[in-house]
Nanobody, 115 residues
Framework: QVQLVESGGGLVQAGGSLRLSCAAS????????MGWYRQAPGNERELVAL???????IYADSMKGRITFSRDNAKNTMYLQMNNLKPEDTAVYYC?????????WGQGTQVTVSS
């Protein structure tokens, strides 16, 4: 069973930056895909960044150019660097990992961007 634990959320002013971290209990080498999603109040959960086992990375159009996905295989940790944050980026951010056994989610970390 894969367990994912996010950290790094918080309150930031518009234009600021945050780096989210997601520590996995297992080797991230085994993940078919991994990434970040977010959910704002009243909205559906939406994709922020997705990395496939092929190495291809998909970024949400709304955040493209402002975010970077990275990973540290030795630490079994993935990161999401977010720059030039906007109030509309306010949401709970979840990390996700897909394995042959299915999809796994972290508990989420709140990101709040004030104007």
């Amino acid at each position: 069973q894969v367990q994912l634990v996010e950290s790094g959320g918080g309150l930031v002013q518009a234009g600021g930056s945050l780096r989210l971290s997601c520590a996995a209990s297992g080797s991230i080498f085994s993940f078919v895909a991994m990434g970040w999603y977010r959910q704002a109040p009243g909205n559906e959960r939406e994709l922020v960044a997705l990395v496939l086992s092929s190495g291809n990375t998909i970024y949400a159009d709304s955040m493209k150019g402002r975010i970077t996905f990275s990973r540290d295989n030795a630490k079994n940790t993935m990161y999401l660097q977010m720059n030039n944050l906007k109030p509309e980026d306010t949401a709970v951010y979840y990390c996700n990992a897909n394995t042959v056994n299915g999809a796994h989610w972290g508990q989420g970390t709140q990101v709040t961007v004030s104007s």
